[in-house]
């Protein structure tokens, strides 16, 4: 379908990520890239750290919150500090994955962090940060006594508000007193009060335990806190039940038919945000006109009186809806877009009328690729507006051709499907040509090993206006002439696609997520869009519609290099919540090893210094920056030893130009046994003012 095209001229961009990155790349790979809900926040993950980091995570990867100012973008490390003696391994990693919608609070899974006094000490516990202050509270504190050393390892979601203040969690350990025994149980933290919530209506603790199924669906609980999913049995058939309040329990497949039935095959499909619409299926008729035997897709709608109000409203009445999925709804629930996942036949649940968005839609089963709200762990590739106007989803066609009759060549590609007019078009298909390359929701730009996926993430392609965004190698519109990944725009108001990115250079262009109005849309490349982007690191970028920031005059603005580009702490970094940087260990050290101490930030006076560390064991340290010269030295034995630091002529002459030059070391340590460890250190140089200098 020709799909006409302009360049986007409505857009400008703003540089996210800092000047000083530690000589490394943004993540470009992966889900770890989340915008806030109103795009004045994106976290994102470094390989290198930089700035203020205190602490790395997954596979070494630290993560970011940036921040829009008055004045520009400001980046804080969130990843806290672990424990000397935790190996950051495949069992003890601290994982900083969940946010909320205004990236003010996180989720971080860690074990006994070194900051908190009042966790479980020696095991892995769930704790909330606030990001801005950097402050930990744990969750999981036991008041029956420690748990179980392999507790926590599984990351799951449970549970989530929009504030982040309210979560679940399931554990087979009874935290508290009156949780049955031997068993898994729900509990629910609200605001630092940790309650039981696997509670039947009758108020009894369900003998055979609790979950929260599906564990990946963030969407089991509201936005508000007020309201959680749940399973359990009261002697037969797991039934999905609702915590509301914190005070009461409502079953949501109790049948209509005979309230003493034992419905079977009962799953969480889908909620709306504020909790009062449940979809779920079952293979149980719970109402008259569910006349079959087969899965069927049910909704189920809150009300003051559940036991005498008609709750249940029967969405699909063939039977046909097995391991079925849910791509979305609007939010009061009265549109509902879902798929079998054994068949090709996409629908929309309208109001009481069904319409088919398409017949021929190739669903995946492997979980990165479902359409559906809980697909798992990957970032799932189907989106429907708050108003259930406008859905979008990404599929391959494994025929060649897809259902529009676009020669794909089993590409993925993205559609759009409008409910106003009932149309559905390739947003991503090349004019009147074949295809010849996947267009992408997720960032292509590196390739780091693992790739990462935040629990529960899922990149907002698809704005409340029914905008979408993506990236493809195609050529879209004439202004994209350099045959790599450019990130795209579609307008469905317009019916055109336009380049996000500057479809010009060598390296490529990948979005990552956007606010839910699709102002803000953020994407990660290594070109250099603004004039202070003078590294050839992979960058965070806003291409944002709307108000631009207030620049210092380019004439009059000095080169922003290191600390220059960051915001002053804002307090003592000893007094630092998450910690300081202390020591570090090698990659895979001994327990309680501990090989070099070096000081966070040095000013030197002059255009050289000296640069003091200690060892704890010999070895050989070498040092390097950007500005600086090289040196290496052989510590014999333990002791303290002074790098002498200093700058290239280019640097130099910064340093005369501008008074001052800030710049980060890298200090590399092999010990004589074939330990390793690095280090980075922020060293400022001002010009000095005494005489001869």
Known sequence: MFLPAVASAARHYEKVSPVDKGQGDIVGDGVTTIAAVAGDAVTFNSRTPFGDTVGSGVSGQTQYVARRTETGWVTRAVTPTPRPDAAQTFFVPTRVQLFSDDLRTAVVWAYDLPAVSNDTPLRNNIYVEDTDARGLEPVTVSQVGPYPFNNFLATSIWGISADARHLAFVSNWPFLPDAAPGVPNVYQWDDGVLSLAGILPDRSVPATGSNVVPSLYRGTMSEDGTRLLFTASEGGNSQLYMRIGGSRTVKVSESELDPRADPTSVQLVAVTPDGHNVFFAT???????????????????????????????????????????????????????????????????????????????????????????????????????????????????????????????????????????????????????????????????????????????????????????????????????????????????????????????????????????????????????????????????????????????????????????????????????????????????????????????????????????????????????????????????????????????????????????????????????????????????????????
């Open 283 to 693: 293979d149980t008729p719970l109402v008259a006109e569910d006349g079959n035997s087969g899965l069927d897709l049910y909704r189920y709608t809150e009300s003051a009186n559940p036991s005498g109000d008609t709750n249940l409203t029967l969405i699909t009445d063939n039977g046909g809806f097995s391991n079925g999925e849910v791509v979305g709804m609007s939010d009061d629930g009265d549109r509902v877009y879902y798929y079998p996942i054994n068949s090709d036949t996409v629908s929309v649940w309208d109001h009481g009328v069904t319409h088919v968005v398409s017949g021929a839609v190739s669903t995946r089963v492997q979980p990165e690729f479902h359409l559906g709200v809980n697909g798992g762990w990957g970032p799932g590739l189907g989106r429907v507006t708050p108003d259930g106007r406008y859905m979008a989803f990404s599929v391959e066609s494994f025929s060649g051709v897809d259902m529009l009759g676009n020669v794909t060549n089993g590409h993925f590609e993205v559609y759009l499907y409008s409910l106003d007019d009932e149309t559905l078009v390739c947003v991503s298909c090349p004019a009147r040509r074949e295809a010849t390359s996947d267009a992408t929701v997720v960032p292509q730009v590196t390739s780091g090993q693992p790739f990462i996926v935040n629990v529960g993430s899922r990149p907002r392609f698809l704005s409340d206006r029914g905008h979408v965004f993506f990236s493809t190698d195609e050529a879209l519109v004439p202004e994209d002439r350099n045959g790599v990944l450019d990130a795209y725009e579609y307008d469905p108001t317009s019916g055109r696609v336009s380049l996000l990115s500057t479809g010009k250079g060598s390296d490529p262009t990948s979005f990552a997520d956007a606010s839910a109005s699709g102002d803000d849309v953020f994407v990660v490349t290594r070109q250099h869009l603004v004039k202070s982007d003078q590294d050839d690191f992979v960058d965070m970028y806003d291409a944002r519609e709307g108000s631009t920031l207030i620049e210092t005059p380019e004439e009059t603005r000095p080169i922003c290099e290191g600390e220059t580009c960051q915001p002053p702490p804002s307090k003592d970094p000893l007094e630092d919540p998450l910690g300081t940087l202390g020591f570090d260990e090698g990659d895979t050290p001994p327990i309680a090893s501990k090989l070099l101490a070096v000081r966070q930030r040095l000013l030197v006076h002059g255009p050289s210094g000296a640069l003091r560390v200690r060892l704890f064991v010999a070895g050989r340290i070498s040092w390097s920056g950007k500005g600086l010269r090289s040196g290496s030295i052989r510590g014999s034995r333990a002791g303290t030893y002074a790098l002498t630091l200093r700058l290239g002529r280019h640097a130099r002459a910064h340093l005369r130009a501008f008074g001052t030059y800030v710049t980060s070391v890298q200090v590399t340590f092999a010990s004589t046994d074939g330990d390793r460890t690095k280090r980075t250190t922020r060293v400022t140089f001002k010009l000095s003012t005494k005489k001869g200098r």
